[in-house]
């Protein structure tokens, strides 16, 4: 949120925590004090930076103020967490808890690109796969090109496959899914 970079042990557990096997997740209904920091540490931070980004910076800020106001030195369930975040962010977040929070796993991405050249400059068309399970989550999308790297937000809704079309003076050299590493998936290789 402040422009920091992530921490290297976030990245470690987080890359630890992708290549575990599937069915090795403890689901969080079951954490205990034993639980793997792969698990620990390279899933739920990864789960509240989703929520940062995609209720924005005020709002989870808004939200955080408010837990740490309701429950002072006390414990809240995972509902009174959601509700208080959905209160500050004014966004329904079932689908953070029942997605993030309730199911085990991340997101499988793939991407389809198609360019075109136009009057103006090329029309590029992304198609963002989901290979697995499906997920709603904010993604970011990095179009690389002789300008730099443009990096534009989109919302991906929990289907199979979602297109994106983006204009461009430049021709698009790269397109990169989650440019900054933020995301917690396991993304194909760029194209």
Known sequence: ??????????????????AMPPGDEVPLAELR???????????YPWLMHL???????AAFRQGV???????????FSLD?????????SGRSLVWWRDEW???????????????????????VQITVRQLGVLYQLPLEIGLESAAGMRIERVELPAAAATTFTFD?????????????????????APV
Do not use: C, M
């Not at 034993?34 to 899933?43: E, K, L, N």
């Not at 199911?103 to 499988?108: D, K, L, S």
């Open 33 to 43: 004090g034993s639980t793997p920091q792969r698990i620990v540490h390279g899933r």
């Open 51 to 57: 929520l940062r980004f995609a209720v924005g910076d």
């Open 101 to 123: 929070l309730l199911r085990p796993g991340v997101p499988e991405l793939a991407l389809e690109l198609a360019t075109s050249p136009q009057a103006n400059g090329h029309r």
């Open 65 to 75: 103020a408010r837990l740490t106001e309701r429950y002072r030195f006390g414990t």
């Open 80 to 88: 009174e967490l959601v509700a208080t975040f959905a209160e500050a």
């Open 1 to 18: 949120a402040r422009g920091k970079p992530i921490p290297g042990i976030f990245e470690r557990f987080r890359a630890e925590y992708l």
């Open 168 to 188: 461009s003076a430049e021709p698009v050299a790269r397109v990169v899914l989650d440019p900054r590493r933020w995301l917690l998936a396991r993304l194909a």
